[in-house]
C-alpha cells in the first residue's frame, strides 16, 4: 500500500477525531488501564450510549482491579444482566484474578503480554496497550473492518483467518506513521461509530470520499465482505413459574451453556397438564438461534424436584438472562 495514501488517510482520521470524539467516562488526559480493559470488554456487543450506564454501575462496586478479582460472582452477574453474552463478566473476573495473583494487580504494558490475560483477545490487547502505553499496534474491531474495508476497497472476509490477518497488517501499518497510536486507534473507531456506519454512511460529507475505493467503485454497501455462517436455530423452553407466599423459586444454571451460573425459573420438560401460560410466547433471540420462551404457573405439587425460593431482596442480587429478569419485574419481584 502507498505510504502517501496511508498517511493522508490517518492524517483525515486523526483530525477526525480531534473535532469529533465523544465524552465517554474512560477516557481521560492519562486513562486507567482497567478502565479502558472495562469499558472495552463491556463494550463488545454493547453500544455505547447502553453500555457507559454499566461501565459507571460496575466500577462504582469494583473501583480496583483487585475489588473485582474478590467480588461475589452472583453479585458481578446481577450487575451484568441486561448485558447479554456473561462469559465476558466470568472472564474478565478470571483475568482480574490472574492479576493479582501473577502481576501484582497492575494489567502488563504490552499486547504480548496482555494477550496472555484470561478474557483479553487481540483486539481488547492493542487497545488497552495502545491507549494507555502509545504502542504501535493498531485495534482491528467491527468499526475498523468497515473503514478500513471500504476506503481501501478489502473484500477479503473479515471473519476468515485470512481476513483477521489482512486487516491487522494493515491496521498495524497505518499507526506506525502516527505519532499517537492512542489518538489514531480511538479515532478509527469513532469514525466507523458516528461517519463510516454500516448503513447511510455520510459519504457525501466526508473528506476522503474522493480518494474512498468504495465510494467511487459503488461497493459501499457490499464492504466488507462476511462469509455466510450457518443457518439460525430455533429452541422451546418451558419455564416453571411457582410461588410461595412473597418468594419464587428460582434455580442456578450449570456451569456449560449460554446461561451458565445465571439464575432462572425451574425448566419443564414439556408444557404441564395443569397450570396456565402466564404470557404469550416470547421469543428471544440469540446471536445464532432463537429461544422460544414459555413462562407457566403452576404450584410446587406439579413439579419433579426441589425448589428453592427467594425474596424479593434477594433476587435484586441475582444474575439473571435479561429475558428473565424482565419477566422477574413484570411480575413485580423487582
Not at 482491579?65 to 474478565?92: M, P
Not at 445465571?262 to 438461534?289: N, T
Not at 404457573?297 to 429478569?325: C, D, F, H, Q
Amino acid at each position: 500500500m502507498p505510504s502517501d495514501l496511508l498517511n493522508t488517510f490517518r492524517i483525515s482520521i486523526e483530525d477526525f477525531y480531534r473535532s469529533n470524539k465523544r465524552s465517554m467516562p474512560w477516557r481521560k488526559q492519562n486513562p486507567v488501564p482497567y478502565e479502558v480493559w472495562l469499558s472495552e470488554v463491556i463494550l463488545q456487543q454493547t453500544r455505547v450510549a447502553q453500555g457507559i450506564p454499566y461501565f459507571n454501575k460496575i466500577l462504582q462496586a469494583f473501583p480496583t482491579i483487585e475489588d473485582l478479582a474478590n467480588a461475589n460472582e452472583d453479585h458481578l452477574l446481577s450487575l451484568w444482566t441486561g448485558l447479554g453474552y456473561y462469559n465476558r463478566a466470568r472472564n474478565l473476573q478470571k483475568g482480574a484474578q490472574q492479576v493479582m495473583r501473577n502481576h501484582k494487580g497492575e494489567l502488563p504494558k504490552s499486547s504480548v503480554d496482555l494477550i496472555k490475560i484470561t478474557g483479553i483477545g487481540p483486539y481488547t490487547a492493542a487497545a488497552i496497550s495502545s491507549i494507555c502505553h502509545g504502542e504501535k499496534i493498531g485495534v482491528v474491531d467491527g468499526n475498523v473492518f468497515r473503514v478500513l474495508s471500504r476506503f481501501f476497497g478489502v473484500s477479503t472476509p473479515v471473519n476468515t483467518t485470512a481476513g483477521l490477518k489482512e486487516f491487522q497488517l494493515l491496521a498495524n501499518e497505518i499507526v506506525h506513521l502516527s505519532n499517537s497510536s492512542a489518538g489514531y486507534n480511538q479515532g478509527i473507531m469513532e469514525f466507523g461509530a458516528l461517519h463510516c456506519t454500516p448503513k447511510k454512511p455520510l459519504c457525501m460529507m466526508c473528506e476522503l470520499a474522493d480518494i474512498c475505493t468504495a465510494y467511487n467503485s459503488g461497493k459501499v454497501d457490499v464492504l466488507p465482505v462476511k462469509k455466510k455462517t450457518a443457518k439460525r436455530t430455533t429452541e422451546e423452553i418451558h419455564f416453571a413459574v411457582v410461588t410461595s407466599e412473597n418468594e419464587i423459586a428460582m434455580s442456578k444454571r450449570g456451569t456449560k451453556g449460554i446461561w451458565a451460573g445465571l439464575y432462572e425459573f425451574p425448566r419443564l420438560e414439556k408444557p404441564p397438564v395443569k397450570g396456565f401460560e402466564a404470557v404469550d410466547k416470547i421469543v428471544h433471540k440469540l446471536s445464532h438461534k432463537d429461544l422460544h420462551c414459555h413462562f407457566w404457573e403452576v404450584t410446587e405439587n406439579e413439579m419433579n424436584e426441589s425448589l428453592t425460593y427467594y425474596s424479593k431482596p434477594e433476587i435484586r442480587n441475582l444474575g439473571m438472562p435479561i429475558i428473565i429478569a424482565k419477566f422477574v419485574e413484570k411480575i413485580g419481584f423487582q
